[in-house]
């Protein structure tokens, strides 16, 4: 290790209290400098990390806090609270690679003390939780931010899973980009296809072989419906499962105890109307596809009244799932 010139004690005190000091585990100046000596090969007296200690603390402002038994930080950027709820939504995120979710838990355990890092079991398991193969993810939205900031196509391949577990091209695509969403915790592209004339909503999880298609995109204003933007609110209520035909009036009525799932999946914008003890009529706009998914989820609680062709589709699944039992 190379030795470094005493004026660099000041900076290195300062991320030997980040690494190795918090409230519960003050730092003396006698472990102070032996940090120091250690780690970087700068020997001062206990007086100079004295006068370094508060010229951080008075000069600089920064929180360092000196006592008797010690000096730690009082406060960091994030709290540890924070840091965990960052973690577990890194964790959460099906879109995100094991190996990019691990570098991403190891950076954020580092804006805090080593001794938040030794709490945190998970950065080791990361390969057990459901995650993407897809490693070119950041490539991606590197990619659609460029192609949306310069008004450009995309075009890249479409994967879905096969028997083997693995990812497998499935179609070609080539699209204009308008919006990257994170819905029901995966992430997707928002863009609208030549090919099918109509928006699609893509898993960026599942693109790879992206690059930009050197032709002008076009303009969100010229597609129908979007004359106005993007209605960021109608695209999570109507559309929860991301199917792109266009959401018509939907009617049913629940059972009053799932009432608190339904507001969660289409939000307070919906219309509830008590019909009994335990029922309650709803009415909301939603894609037809969509809804007739969700309503299966839930077919011991929901019966869709209108429209009449979703209904009759409910009843057509039923019948051949009856089939099959």
Known sequence: MSLEPKKLALFRIWQILQEHSDYNHPLTQEEIAAYLERDYGIVVER???GRNLAMLR????????STRKGSYIEYREFEEAELRMLIDGVLCSQHIAPRHSADLIDRLCRLSSKYFRSHIKHIHTVQEWNKT?????????EMVDIAIEEGKQLQYDYNKYGVDKKLHRSSFQRVTPYQLILHNQKYYLMAYSDYWDNMVFHRLDRLSNMRLYDKPGKPLREIPGYEGGIDYKKLCTALPYMYTDEPVRIRMTVAAGIVD?????FGKEITLTKTAEDTVEVSLLASP???????????????ITAPASLREKLRQNLEAALKKY
Do not use: G, R, S, T
């Open 58 to 65: 008075d000069d600089a402002e920064l929180p360092v806090v």
């Open 261 to 265: 799932q339904v507001i969660d999946w």
């Open 47 to 49: 007086k100079a990390i």
């Open 289 to 303: 596809a969509a809804m007739e998914h969700w309503a299966m989820q839930y077919l011991n609680y929901v019966e």
């Open 133 to 141: 193969e897809n490693q070119a993810l950041f490539y991606n939205i």
